[in-house]
């Protein structure tokens, strides 16, 4: 009750004001005409005062007497109306003074009501960071999650043969529990095809045989596996997952960006605006967490209480292999200098990969260059090797390839 009688004190504090300017009559106040006819009588006594000094003539001086008299009657006449009007303006005034009274204080309350919340104490700092634990405690679990949270959608139609990977893979590991390989791959094909559940307990079955020697990536990739099953949302296994990882490898970008999204969905943007800013300055630019990080960055750090701009997305440096301006330096070649000048370049960019691997990009690019020069079944080859190379991989790097791979049609 006392919280009601103090917001309607302070409403009418406001609508007062608006009230009384809108009624009250300024102390003097007089019609116009009133001010005309002042300026008429004066105007007789200066007749008179130029007929007595012989500056007009007697019949100038009837005129202008006529005329003024004139003037002061239809003055007169206005000042009587006056007050007629007078009041029609006063029962204005009053009407509309009410209404925007009513409304002001009427609004506020409605406003209050709306988003406010009657009797909710200020919450201290401290209180927000111990509710945030309790919310962080009591969230939902894997399983859970998954139930109330739909699959992310696979990126396109699954490749038939990737399909028949899948299935033997499936018998290999069923036959071979202990087969670490054969885990490794089933975790990265199911991943691939979508299968993110599969995908995540086929790897902790592979965490599991490789006990101690278990590496940040791979927990790191085992909590990138259970986020895409749960939908987005880090659910307690996978915090415990990202806890091992980070434990392994504190730099392991994976860990770190999900450690920030797991503190921004629990109510901490302040830990979450940490994780993110060090992973956006650091960089590379081309990480698959760049993005994402720079589309939320700005309303994170707000929630944090931090001002912070931002820093302007890095060049990055040119893929090596060839480019568009290989190709057009081409353009003066004859059509077999041309074809035997592109292949070889190629060809340098799939021995190096071979060798010393390389960026998503680059791959993907290979494969493009593969499929314009007509050699898809060297390109399917080169996929086939991606999706192992790249399976412990955040998805965002062997979705790069597979959108190259789509392009040249091997998959639908």
């Known amino acids: 009750m006392k919280f009601w009688l103090v917001a309607l004190g302070l409403s009418f504090l406001v609508a007062a004001p608006i009230l009384l300017a809108l009624v009250r009559r300024r102390a003097g106040q007089a019609p116009a005409a009133a001010f005309d006819m002042q300026v008429y009588r004066d105007q007789l006594k200066e007749v008179d005062r130029d007929l007595a000094r012989g500056v007009i003539s007697p019949e100038d001086a009837a005129r202008t007497r006529l005329e003024v008299s004139r003037r002061i009657l239809e003055a007169d006449r206005a000042i009587q109306n006056y007050g007629g009007d007078q009041q029609a303006s006063n029962r204005t005034g009053w009407i509309a003074g009410i209404v925007c009274f009513v409304a002001v204080i009427g609004g506020a309350l409605a406003l209050y009501d709306r988003l406010g919340a009657v009797g909710y104490p200020d919450l201290p700092l401290e209180a927000r960071k111990a509710a945030a634990e309790v919310n962080r405690a009591s969230r939902p679990n894997q399983a859970q999650a998954e139930t109330q949270s739909p699959n992310l959608p696979a990126l396109a139609e699954p490749d038939p043969r990737l399909l028949e ?77 990202l806890t091992q990882a980070l434990q392994r490898d504190p730099q392991n970008g994976t860990a770190r960006y999900y450690s920030g999204l797991l503190f921004a969905q629990t109510g901490r943007p302040d830990i979450a605006f940490r994780f993110w800013r060090g992973l956006l300055e650091q960089g590379p630019e081309d990480a698959p967490w760049i993005q994402p990080i720079r589309a939320q960055i700005d309303e994170l750090a707000f929630r944090a209480g931090v001002e912070y701009t931002a820093p302007a997305p890095a060049t990055s440096a040119p893929l090596r292999g060839p480019s568009a301006e290989d190709m057009d330096a081409a353009a003066d070649m004859s059509p077999a200098e041309r074809m035997e000048m592109i292949e070889t370049m190629v060809d340098g960019l799939a021995d190096r990969l071979a060798s010393e691997g390389g960026p998503a990009e680059e791959w993907a690019r290979l494969i493009n260059a593969l499929g314009t020069l007509g050699q898809t079944d060297r390109a399917a080859a080169i996929w086939d090797e991606a999706q192992q190379v790249f399976a412990a991989a955040p998805a965002a790097d062997l979705a790069m390839i597979r959108a190259a791979a789509i392009r040249i049609g091997l998959v639908e």
């Open 165 to 241: 990977l899948v299935e033997q893979l499936r018998k290999v590991v069923a036959d071979r529990p202990d087969d670490q390989q054969g885990l490794t791959l089933l975790a990265r094909n199911e991943a691939a095809l979508g299968n993110f559940t599969a995908a995540y307990k086929a790897h902790s079955k592979l965490i599991a045989l490789k006990g101690d020697q278990a590496t940040g990536n791979d927990f790191a990739g085992l909590a990138d596996m259970m986020v895409l099953a749960a939908g987005g949302y880090v659910s307690p296994e996978a915090e415990a997952a």
